[in-house]
């Protein structure tokens, strides 16, 4: 944090939507193998997420990084990316969406809302993401991608929410008793089309990788 007071960004300007990758997970049901470092299409796994989130429109990229996070920072190319360290990772999601919150709320540009995708749902693409960025209206904006009629990733925080969520953010249950709070807020983006919201958490789950 660097402490100086940080202004909105003006009403006339393009908005900046940051993407902000949770990939601290363990893998504990893939016998400890960090979902970051997973292979896909010859590279970590990582790489395709934040791949998927440039594609989508997000410029600046901040990744929560967790289980073996040096061995991610030495095999990963994620060049421009902002990488932070959540030494809680252990605890559940929840303390990775507080730790990069809070790199967000400290970049040195102001940024209007975080753009929140799991690293282990590599279905979910560009198209998804540039759908829901694109349901940005203002600071309070809450949207999330939806499947079938079911809320799922990405999702969009606007800025003015972040206390809230980071307040609420524990165990592994994320932003979840948040956006159940406030449903009637939330925009939903049909994403069924153009995306899987399956994640690769067992072994069985790795036929999805290429």
């Known amino acids: 944090m660097t402490g100086e007071t940080r202004e909105p960004s003006g009403e006339t300007e393009e908005p900046l939507v940051a993407g902000l990758l949770l990939a601290a997970g363990g893998g504990r049901r893939l016998g400890g193998r960090p979902k970051a470092l997973l292979p896909h299409r010859g590279r ?72 929140v995708s799991l690293v282990d749902q590599p279905g979910i693409g560009a198209a998804a993401v540039a759908r829901v960025r694109a349901a940005y209206r203002s600071r309070d904006t809450l949207a999330a991608a939806s499947y079938e009629g079911k809320r799922g990733h990405p999702v969009l925080f606007g800025a003015g929410r972040w206390a809230g969520i980071a307040a609420g953010a524990v165990g592994d249950q994320g932003a979840r008793d948040y956006l159940k709070a406030h449903r009637d807020a939330i925009t939903l983006v049909d994403c069924s089309d153009v995306a899987e919201p399956y994640d690769i958490d067992t072994e069985a789950d790795l036929v999805h990788l290429e």
């Open 44 to 115: 970590p796994l990582v790489e395709n997420a934040v791949r998927v989130l440039r594609e989508g429109g997000c410029e600046v990229v901040h990744v929560v990084l967790g289980a073996a996070a040096d061995r991610v920072r030495e095999q990963a190319l994620l060049p421009g990316c902002v990488l932070v360290d959540n030494p809680d990772w252990a605890e559940g999601m929840g303390s990775s969406l507080r730790v990069g919150l809070a790199s967000l709320k400290a970049a040195a540009l102001p940024v209007d809302a975080a753009l």
